[in-house]
């Protein structure tokens, strides 16, 4: 029987993951480093042990003591479960950027969450590294981690992450990719294995908007601007950045993360979240130039269910307008389509009289509907057609819908391109929108123009 004491012995030793479908056309290796595997789900909880493992033993956190850490999230989580098993209070503070599932869960492991603002500068009181070192000066018995400078961040990854990675490829890893947040991973990480064979390549990568690859490259500070992906790139030099291990660093756009952190879930079944993504585009661009021999590991910060709300959402990915063009689905219209206190489907079956299939037409404010018989669609109805006959024939209204239906509406799967929609919808008024067959509601053109 094998088992552990507490879960923070289940830290870290996580496992590499060979790319395949993303890497068809590459002759390189690529693997991912599977650190969503950890207990609390991201690369973070390495650290967490270590600080406090650490902050223990130089006498600085004391029994019953109280953490309080500047967060994305994830080194909280990390903390708050070693403070669960040995016992502290928490206080994280983080900015509303932060995803709520990752608040959320915080809060489920008993701590205390603090929100700023998102547009706060650095070194302004408001900013949450400011917030978090006040609360940290007010409350009595506490230590403030402070993941960006603490020495315990990059010594923790010196010694598991870096290590596990030399005796997981035997030593035969050419190319490291992580992404610089704390800059904690990739400069421990980074340190051991140029200590073991310099030749290898330490590559960082960088949402577009962060000053990282400015300086490393330049020399030069500039202004961060905002960007979306979570956890990584800063607006200032952390002291935990150690550039003397990095060789390069790339530079990935929003979009490009996302997308990528959707393709790796859905082409290789490995969840992540968006900084991943970042990792993974820079992973691939290293890769595509090196040959056979070339063993590239990137970093799987953490996990995708962390950003169901965020690019794991089709909806979210709209709003941020970065969802494909040629990607846009029927469904995705139909999904965001505004419903106005209407029914998905409002139809008509083909022996119902006339006049109650015009009521419901009044009733909901539509023009026209489908003819739905067996979850068929059979024909269609309109204001316009009933308008033309009852002038000449007021009795029509005691006749059943299918003596006066006119032709139906085609049916389109809801997984179709929305392209082929719409060449439909100039000959047609509407679409009959199935899935798996069955008939789920109507598309009209208004519907397509509002989703534009
Ligand atoms: C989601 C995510 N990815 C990557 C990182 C970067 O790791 P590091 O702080 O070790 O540079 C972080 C750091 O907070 C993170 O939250």
Not at 26 to 32: D, F, G, L, M
């Amino acid at each position: 029987m094998k088992v552990v004491n507490n879960i923070t012995e289940l830290f870290g030793n996580t496992p590499l993951v060979k790319l395949s479908a993303l890497t068809k056309d590459i002759k390189a290796s690529v693997y991912a480093k599977m650190e969503s595997m950890n207990p609390g789900a991201s690369v973070k909880d390495r650290i967490g042990l270590k600080m406090i493992l650490e902050a223990e033993k130089s006498g600085e956190l004391n029994p019953g003591g109280t953490i309080i850490e500047a967060t994305s999230g994830n080194t909280g989580i990390g903390l708050a479960i070693v403070a669960a098993v040995r016992g502290y209070k928490s206080i994280f503070v983080m900015t509303e950027k932060v995803s709520v599932e990752k608040r959320r869960y915080l809060q489920a492991y008993g701590a205390d969450v603090v929100i700023c603002p998102m547009t706060a500068v650095h070194d302004t009181p408001e900013h949450y590294v400011s917030v978090a070192k006040r609360i940290a000066a007010e409350t009595p018995n506490s230590l403030f981690m402070y993941q960006y400078n603490n020495p315990s961040n990059p010594e923790a990854h010196y010694l598991t992450t870096g290590p596990e990675l030399w005796e997981q490829t035997g030593g035969k890893i050419t190319h490291f990719v992580g992404s610089l947040g704390t800059g904690g991973t990739v400069s421990g990480t980074g340190r051991f294995l140029k200590e073991k064979n310099p030749n290898i390549k330490i590559i960082a990568a960088d949402p577009y908007g962060s000053i990282f690859k400015t300086y490393k490259d330049s020399g030069v500070m500039t202004e961060g601007t905002p960007y979306l992906v979570e956890g990584i790139g800063q607006d200032m030099l952390p002291e935990n950045v150690h550039f003397k291990y990095i060789d390069e660093i790339i530079n990935v756009t929003d979009k490009d993360s996302f997308h990528m952190s959707r393709r790796l879930t859905r082409e290789e079944g490995i969840f992540c979240g968006g900084s991943t993504g970042t990792n993974l585009v820079a992973a691939l661009k290293v890769a595509k130039d090196l040959d056979k021999d070339g063993i590239v590991v990137f970093i799987v910060c953490d996990t995708g269910e962390r950003y169901l709300s965020k690019h794991h959402s089709d909806e979210w990915m709209r709003e941020k307008r970065l969802l494909e063009k040629d990607k846009t689905t029927i469904g995705v219209v139909f999904q965001t389509k505004l419903s106005g206190g209407v029914p998905n489907l409002v139809s008509a079956f083909p022996d119902e009289l006339i006049g109650e299939a015009l009521n419901r037409l009044e009733q909901y404010n539509i023009s026209q509907m489908p003819v739905i018989e067996d979850n068929k669609s059979v024909g269609s109805i309109s204001e316009a057609e009933i308008m033309s006959k009852i002038i000449d024939n007021p009795q029509i209204i005691e006749k059943p819908v299918k003596d006066i239906m006119d032709k139906a509406y085609p049916v389109i799967d809801e997984s179709e391109d929305i392209r082929h929609g719409i060449q439909q919808l100039k000959k047609s008024p509407a679409l009959i929108v199935s899935q798996y067959g069955r008939i789920i509601g109507i598309l009209t053109r208004i519907d397509v123009l509002d989703f534009v």
